[in-house]
């Protein structure tokens, strides 16, 4: 089947347009276009400079000699020296002076420093030495440093593919379909792309991305040449809705259902190809209730469910009140301070964020507001001192940790439908869940129950409902059609 094709120049660049319907187009000729991607010393550490900020650097290139340049600012470099292969480079702070050493050898540089190879016929790749994340993937393309006084930035600029090739692996197993890949491919390159176009809150350090699933896991995974065929089989291509690239969200596991945008992130408007789907044939996922979305999280029977591979397809969490009084003592503070925007308090004297606030005894736990799909979007704590609300997914998930350093007593276990229980599990796994109470003769509240399903927010494009439609025979093309319903697959151009 033939395409027709057509022009797009609203980013400034060229795309050319297609139905998904169709065939995609063949793979375009590579574009040599560049990504910028931050570099984490310590990934999901607490603040900005304990996961970003390097104390030093020692790198080991690999492939061809390496140029070493220096200036005032990234549009001003000079060249200093010529490192061979496999020769280690340190660069190390030295009375707040970025000083760079090699085999007995040390040179002052300035604020900014590159190492690019020295001859283009050459590529080199980088080897971090001196970071503490175990069995770290050597770095492709050019790394960019920037002394920020106590310590150093890296940015690691890359050609688009090589990028997807080490995101495509850490971002989905090698071992899911084929066009559930290819599909994680799309999906990636045009959440790189569309994060290259905006102005972004890395661009203050030359980037466009993060290395973290803050944006897409970069290189926690060594490349795999099924996960490469995937990133070459669909080079260049993008989604697009009327011309740009859209916001390609994707996540590990549905319980049976998408959800919209505006439902999960209420500060964002709605857009099409980012509405709440069911995920499951024959069965219709519409939850009216809260009776409704406990007996849809109690089916642990996987029939029909295009998620039902994943093992957090189903789960379930018990605590005890004393459990849950200890943990919300020290997440509701938190989120209070963290968002105060999405917590609130309509009755009681104090809200969590004051000083001298205190939790009291829980009453209740109620859902106010579900997505049809199940996803809570509204959570109302009632204690002995007041009622507290709590809004948008990562929030209550992050007010609900199932971890025994906020409850306080033994392991917190986290029973899965299948692949063994989780202990201490960092946050809830997703906000898709209903609550089952376990009272006393005299109505004191004893035990919850959350009977839960799914994995991360919800929105766009499930990476395991991707790989139980390849299974069931759907091509890429097709996949993407139905997590991004409306969107266009284009090529990206430089």
């Known amino acids: 089947m033939q395409w027709a094709f057509a022009m797009a120049s609203t980013l400034g660049v060229g795309l050319l347009v297609a139905s998904l319907q169709q065939d995609p187009p063949p793979p375009a000729p590579p574009g040599g276009q560049n990504i910028r991607v931050l570099l984490s010393y310590r990934p999901g550490a607490g603040s900005f400079e304990a996961q970003y900020l390097f104390p030093g650097l020692l790198v080991l290139p690999q492939g061809g000699p390496v140029q ?19 020769k280690p480079l340190s660069f190390n702070l030295q009375n707040g002076h970025l000083v760079a ?17 020295a001859d283009p016929s050459f590529p080199v790749q980088y080897r971090l030495l001196s970071s503490p994340r175990p069995n770290l993937e050597p770095y492709p393309g050019e790394l960019w440093l920037e002394n920020q006084g106590n310590g150093l930035l890296v ?20 071992s899911f379909h084929p066009e559930a890949l290819k599909a994680q491919a799309v999906a990636a390159r045009t959440y790189a792309f569309a994060r290259q176009q905006q102005s972004t809150f890395w661009k203050q350090f030359g980037a466009d991305v993060d290395d973290s699933v803050n944006e897409q896991a970069y290189n926690h995974t060594r490349t795999h040449p099924i996960t490469d065929a ?15 690239p859209i916001q390609s ?23 099409p190809y980012l509405q709440g789907r069911t995920q499951t044939n024959p069965h219709t996922v519409s939850i009216r209730s809260e009776a409704e979305a406990l007996a849809f999280f109690q089916n642990w029977s996987p029939e029909g469910f295009f998620d039902a591979n994943s ?30 925007l999405f917590v609130e308090t309509p009755e009681g004297p104090l809200s969590p964020d004051a ?19 199940g996803y809570a979007t509204e959570l109302e704590l009632e204690t002995s001192t007041g009622r507290f609300v709590v809004r948008r997914e990562s929030h209550i998930r992050n007010l609900l940790r199932p971890d025994r350093a906020f409850t306080g007593g033994g392991d917190v276990v986290l029973e899965r439908w299948q692949g063994g229980p989780r202990l201490n599990f960092p946050t809830l796994p997703s906000a ?5 109470e376990e009272r006393d003769a005299q109505g004191n509240l004893l035990h919850y129950t959350f009977w839960g399903g799914g994995f991360g927010h919800g929105v766009g494009m499930s990476q395991y409902g991707a790989h139980g439609l390849g299974k069931l025979g759907r091509s890429y093309t097709q996949i993407l059609q139905h997590f991004y319903p409306g969107a266009e697959l284009s090529l990206m151009r430089p």
Do not use: C
Request: hydrophobic share 45%; no cysteine; glycine share 4%.
């Open 249 to 271: 969200f994707f996540f590990s596991t549905s319980p049976g259902a998408t959800a919209s945008i505006e439902e999960v992130w209420m500060e964002r408007p709605a857009v």
């Open 355 to 373: 000083p001298g606030f205190a939790l009291g005894t829980l009453r209740q736990i109620r859902v106010l507001k579900r997505t049809s799909g």
């Open 230 to 244: 995937a990133v070459d089989a669909t080079r260049n291509q993008i989604l697009t809705f009327q011309g740009a």
């Open 68 to 86: 070493v340049l220096s200036g005032p600012n990234r549009d001003n470099l000079r060249s200093m020296v010529t490192a061979l292969a496999e």
């Open 155 to 174: 940015v690691n600029q890359v050609d688009f593919q090589d990028y997807l090739k080490r995101v495509l692996p850490s971002e989905m197993p090698v």
């Open 311 to 340: 093992p957090f397809w189903r789960w379930k969490l018990r605590l005890s009140r004393e459990e849950l009084e200890a943990l919300l003592s020290r997440t509701l503070p938190e989120r209070a301070r963290a968002a105060p």
């Open 432 to 436: 898709a869940f209903a609550l089952q």
């Open 101 to 117: 050493s090699s085999e007995g050898q040390s040179w002052a540089l300035e604020a900014i420093a590159v190492l690019k190879p």
